[in-house]
């Protein structure tokens, strides 16, 4: 007779499957992006724009770094905060290597928001990039990292593919130091990771962490793209679009 594993066994054999399942590939979770490939040896550097009342309201100094480096890097930017500052807007616009995508409108809540709360706040924050003259990518970070049930459908229906991120350095701490910062991304970062910072003003010490990150990212043989090329490298060519 077949004796039955102990419990521990079996919990390390589900581990270890579960691994293998995910092997080097992109990490969704309820269809909302964690990470890309981790055999692509791609890093996406992410700054949210977020209304705030933060002064001042845009960290020049971090986009003045990524532009001394000639660094890629994607902007999540709400609706609000966009209209507040079009000059900022199109800064990041003007530049090849940034990529513009949605951050919402109202930076509302989506734990809780219906189906169609959740379509319209993101349709919103297209709407007042579009008439700002940009057109954003489809691309949808949820305000606060929400990502409900209903998540998967409305961002489907909306047409775009929502991304959260695996490394979180913090920096709209106040109390977070460069030094702190750049030690929290660079000893978490990966091959398809997506680090979350923020150039809304909130961003207190980033600036002067980038130079240290960008280093080390390089040092690590790992090279810096945009979340579109992440999402091009878990779904093929054809997977990353302009937003309708």
């Known amino acids: 007779m077949t004796r039955a594993l102990p419990l521990s066994v079996l919990l390390i054999l589900i581990a270890v499957r579960s691994a293998s399942a995910s092997g080097d590939g992109c990490r969704f979770d309820g269809g909302v992006l964690v990470h890309g490939r981790r055999d692509s040896g791609l890093v996406a550097l992410t700054f949210d724009a977020c209304p705030t009342q933060h002064v001042p309201p845009f960290a020049t100094d971090i986009v003045d770094e990524l532009e001394q480096a000639g ?70 970070r949820p305000p606060y990292g929400e990502t409900p049930r209903l998540m998967q459908e409305a961002a489907r229906d909306a047409g775009v593919t929502p991304v959260l991120w695996d490394v979180a350095p913090g920096d709209p701490d106040p109390h977070e130091t460069a030094t702190r910062i750049e030690h929290d991304v660079l000893r978490h970062i990966a091959g398809g990771s997506i680090v979350i910072m923020h150039v809304n003003g909130r961003g207190v010490a980033t600036a002067a962490a980038l130079p240290t990150i960008l280093k080390g990212i390089e040092a690590r043989g790992l090279h810096l793209a945009t979340v579109g090329d992440l999402v091009r490298g878990c779904h093929g060519p054809a997977a990353q679009r302009k937003a309708p």
């Open 71 to 140: 660094a890629p890097a994607t902007f999540f930017i709400s609706g609000r905060w966009a209209e507040a500052h079009p000059a900022a807007l199109r800064r990041l616009a003007a530049d090849p290597r940034f990529e513009i995508a949605l951050h919402g409108y109202r930076h509302r809540h989506m734990t809780g928001a219906s189906h169609d709360a959740i379509v319209a706040e993101i349709r919103d924050g297209r709407t007042a990039l579009l008439q700002l003259g940009e057109t954003p990518d489809a691309l949808f």
